[in-house]
């Protein structure tokens, strides 16, 4: 046991190394790597602490108990009835937990914890940009709900359940397909086989124009300026989006994406047929947003899961509640 705190220090040292090269951009960090790591070293911690440190100060706490017995008989056999041995304050520093088990081991159950929530059931994200205008704003703290598209095995991202069917309308959290580091949320706007058109700000699924209906311009208090806005119907919910007078529909500085070939451009806009297994999604912010018309399609293995919920905006706290 000896070497043990020496060991935990050089592991404890190599994980803050890590996290600290990701803060400062030297390596692109993986998150979920790093939970699952944690989760497995601390819980071999925890095991060895039940099955083999546990018990080795419990003997010890036990002998030295003992042995202040054996004591407390031989003294009395002197005639020695008055006598100041206390053990407790001994047994309990003997069974105190050491710092590199308090740091390891006393961690597990907190990061098993997380572990299980995050990897398989919900993961909360913090709204970086205004693509989302009116849905999202910059600073909601957002739900992703997990297991909706199927439950996928942490780090690989490999389906284990096939969950149900993205819908048009779902709000997703993908990782970003040029940069699988990065997690982006769009709304589906496209399924696979769908042809969709964007010519003109006007959107069209499968030849057919989705519905809209013109609302009060959105005031964005960080722009300081009105944007149209309409609601939307991709699906049974209706959404909010926006538009920004005086940009016209034409897609400037589209990226070479894969399938690309799929796709037609033009002053008016664009138009792209969605390949098998891949999404065409688009911020409701639609003229702030790089999204598909530029970077192409979400493959299905890149979806991480379906936003639901605000759960906190600290400067706003109305903002709390579901959204669509």
Request: glycine fraction near 8%; aromatic fraction near 12%.
């Amino acid at each position: 046991m000896s070497a043990m705190p020496a060991l935990t220090a050089v592991v404890l040292a190599a994980f803050v190394g890590y996290i600290g090269a990701w803060y400062t951009g030297a390596i692109e960090g993986n998150f979920a790597l790093v939970m699952l790591l944690a989760t497995f070293v601390t819980g071999v911690y925890w095991v060895a602490e039940k099955l083999l440190f546990l018990p080795q100060r419990q003997r010890a706490a036990q002998k030295l108990e003992q042995q202040a017995q054996a004591r407390t008989a031989q003294l009395q056999r002197q005639g020695i009835a008055q006598h100041d041995v206390n053990v407790d304050a001994s047994k309990e520093h003997l069974l105190r937990q050491p710092w590199w088990l308090d740091w390891t081991a006393g961690l597990f159950p907190v990061l098993f914890v997380v572990f299980v929530l995050r990897s398989f059931l919900f993961e909360p994200f913090k709204i970086p940009s205004g693509s989302m205008i009116p849905t999202l704003l910059v600073g909601d703290l957002i739900l992703v709900n997990k297991f909706t598209y199927g439950v996928r095995l942490p780090v690989i991202n490999k389906k284990i359940t096939e969950g149900q069917a993205v819908a048009r309308g779902d709000v997703i959290v993908f990782r970003y397909p040029p940069q699988p580091s990065l997690d982006y949320i769009k709304r589906v706007v496209g399924l696979p086989g769908d042809k969709v058109e964007y010519l003109n700000k006007r959107l069209r699924i499968n030849g057919q124009e989705v519905p809209t209906e013109a609302l009060p311009d959105f005031f964005d208090t960080d722009a300081m300026r009105y944007f149209q806005q309409f609601e939307e119907r991709l699906g049974p919910q209706p959404h909010r989006l926006l538009n920004t007078p005086g940009i016209a529909g034409y897609i400037q500085g589209a990226s070479d994406f894969a399938g690309r070939d799929q796709c037609t451009y033009s002053v008016e806009g664009v138009t792209c047929t969605v390949p098998p297994g891949q999404y065409f999604v688009m911020g409701d912010n639609r003229d702030n947003s790089l999204d598909s018309r530029y970077w192409g399609f979400v493959p299905d293995e890149n979806l991480v899961g379906r936003a639901f919920f605000v759960w906190m905006n600290f400067g706003n706290l109305k903002r709390i509640g579901s959204f669509h």
